[in-house]
T-cell receptor, first 112, second 116 residues
Framework: DTEVTQTPKHLVMGMTNKKSLKCEQH?????MYWYKQKAKKPPELMFV???????INESVPSRFSPECPNSSLLNLHLHALQPEDSALYLC???????????FGPGTRLTVT | AQTVTQSQPEMSVQEAETVTLSCTYD???????LFWYKQPPSRQMILVIR????KQQNATENRFSVNFQKAAKSFSLKISDSQLGDAAMYFC?????????????WGAGTKLIIKP
């Protein structure tokens, strides 16, 4: 089973809202990732968690706040987003950072 | 720095025929991994195939196979007996070997259209 799930599938939020994206995997993977993907572009890495510790933050603005409550869950908290933050947000996981990554279906975020 | 180039923004193929998507990369490293990912309109990024640089044998997964030419730094994907469900964006990706190398370097993608 190589399933990574993400909720919600779609999210529309205003610039003053606070919302969260959720990602879950039950494959025993110890690395989890957040990516941002604009239309017709490859994904851009935002954050990497390894063994529930944030190991990489690719200079992402503080209006994006990741959280890893346990080894199966990854959240992305959103606050005071800008319209240019509208994109597909992908979560991925892997056995470790050296192994291939498996992606979830993504959350389509629209900021109005 | 490593780079990945996919020179074909779009390709089309007749259903049941064979198509090859090209990918070239630039690196000075000897230990690395290469991947092909598929992203259908449903948006989910799906791992198609993986190749370790130290392996001479080309990876295959059912109708998908690669032609890995290490000296030429080329990693093309061949899809045999194309099916309508193969229509998607295909991304080639590179990752350095080693425990701390998590970063995937992505190509720009190739949109594959399947004609019925």
């Amino acid at each position: 089973d190589t399933e990574v799930t993400q909720t919600p599938k779609h999210l529309v939020m205003g610039m003053t809202n606070k919302k969260s994206l959720k990602c879950e995997q039950h494959m025993g993977h110890r690395a989890m990732y957040w990516y941002k993907q604009k239309a017709k572009k490859p994904p851009e890495l935002m954050f990497v968690y390894s063994y529930e510790k944030l190991s990489i933050n690719e200079s992402v603005p503080s209006r994006f706040s990741p959280e890893c409550p346990n080894s199966s869950l990854l959240n992305l908290h959103l606050h005071a987003l800008q319209p240019e933050d509208s994109a597909l947000y992908l979560c991925a996981s892997s056995r470790g950072t050296v192994y291939e990554q498996y992606f979830g279906p993504g959350t389509r975020l629209t900021v109005t | 720095a490593q780079t990945v180039t996919q020179s074909q923004p779009e390709m089309s193929v007749q259903e049941a025929e064979t198509v090859t998507l090209s990918c070239t990369y630039d690196t000075s490293e000897s230990d690395y991994y290469l991947f092909w990912y598929k992203q259908p309109p449903s948006r989910q990024m799906i791992l198609v195939i993986r190749q370790e640089a130290y392996k001479q044998q080309n990876a295959t997964e059912n109708r998908f196979s690669v032609n890995f030419q290490k000296a030429a730094k080329s990693f093309s994907l061949k899809i045999s007996d194309s099916q309508l469900g193969d229509a998607a964006m295909y991304f080639c990706a590179y990752r350095s070997g080693g425990d701390s190398n998590y970063q995937l370097i992505w190509g720009a993608g190739t949109k594959l259209i399947i004609k019925p």
